[in-house]
């Protein structure tokens, strides 16, 4: 901005977020400075305590403010069920769907050898350790329906093999409410094979 | 989110920014705290500096970090030229072009009477004290063409009738690489009764 080493710095920080660039960076910024000042004080606040107070829930490594997250703090959430997902935001969309009340295990990201992410630095040994010391009654694999997502829940499931713990993956199918000729031929050949009777 | 009242708050405070919903503002959060805390430091950081630092250029309204923003300490910048401007960013939009060497005058916005909006609350009295105090041999008008903008631009033009200055409008055209297929009319009508002989 050449004028105001203040905005510049603005500007450039505003960068970090994700899908912002120089254009939409100088738009925030002015409109922050032009109309938002309380809104932007509060983001400087949010965003301090944030980065320095969210770590990790010791048992699910869910975000949390404190030890144990939320879903981990509540005994009625630890049901012998834990549900396994790929990231945080998996596991707000399963929690926005309203449906699923057990407990969770967020693996930092999935396996990936060519990146050396191998099972400890994604928490899988961790997981393990839990279900050896809580016991599990069924462990529900909801990894992403990608390569990696798929080799992970099957590294997963075979470190657990044998044990009589009821393992599962959540169903493939066509969307409620997609339209049967926008449905990719693999997802259509998983809902043929996965099709139920109309009256059970 | 449910489980981290840090990571909720966080979010709802992303909100402040322009064009970011519900859904933008969780994925930058979750951007930041699994993969740019550094970067959310730096945010929050320059989001305080900035809010409580950056005011107005007590000479021409521009955003400043001290009493006179960069432009108008710059003697050389003060030459007897001042070009109104509507806002911040188009200024911005002024400089980038890199051509022009005067100072500015910043409006808070344009002539809005409908709102309230008179000549005291966008500075148009401060910009006459100044064309009084210091004298100006042009006073270039690029308020934006739509009506609010002209109607501020033949506003300022009125008050300083018969007072001898040069006052000048930005020239209307067929944008430089633009197809003459898709000019609007009124751009057309306006670039043709400004052409000008090939050969001057
Ligand atoms: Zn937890
Ligand atoms: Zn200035």
Same mark, same amino acid.
Do not use: K, Y
């Given at each position: 901005m050449a004028f105001s080493p203040l905005v510049d710095e603005l500007v450039e920080s505003l960068r970090c977020l994700p899908g912002v660039g120089q254009k939409t960076a100088q738009r925030m910024a002015f409109h922050l400075l032009e109309r938002g000042r309380s809104g932007g004080s509060r983001l400087s606040d949010a965003l301090s305590n944030a980065?320095?107070?969210?770590? #990790? $829930?010791?048992? $699910?490594?869910?975000?949390?403010?404190?030890?144990? $997250?939320? =879903? $981990?703090?509540?005994?009625?959430?630890?049901n012998g069920t834990i549900c396994v997902v790929e990231s945080p935001s998996d596991l707000l969309a399963i929690e926005q769907a309203g449906d699923y009340r057990g407990g969770y295990f967020v693996l930092m990201g999935h396996l990936s050898p060519i990146d050396?992410?191998?099972?400890?630095? +994604?928490? =899988?040994?961790?997981?393990?350790?839990? =279900? #050896?010391? %809580?016991?599990?009654? %069924?462990?529900?694999?909801?990894?992403?329906?990608t390569v990696e997502g798929e080799a992970t829940a099957h590294y997963i499931a075979d470190r657990l093999d044998g044990q009589g +713990?009821? +393992?599962?993956?959540?169903?493939h199918g066509i969307p409620v409410g997609g339209e049967l000729g926008y449905v990719d031929g693999f997802t259509l050949t998983h809902a043929f094979r996965g099709r139920k009777p109309l009256i059970e």
């Open positions: 980065m320095t107070g969210v770590r #990790r $829930c010791e048992r $699910c490594q869910n975000f949390a403010d404190t030890e144990l $997250c939320g =879903i $981990c703090e509540n005994p009625q959430r630890t050396g992410v191998g099972p400890e630095e +994604i928490g =899988i040994e961790r997981l393990l350790d839990r =279900i #050896r010391q %809580e016991g599990v009654s %069924e462990l529900i694999l909801a990894t992403n329906p +713990i009821l +393992i599962t993956r959540l169903a």
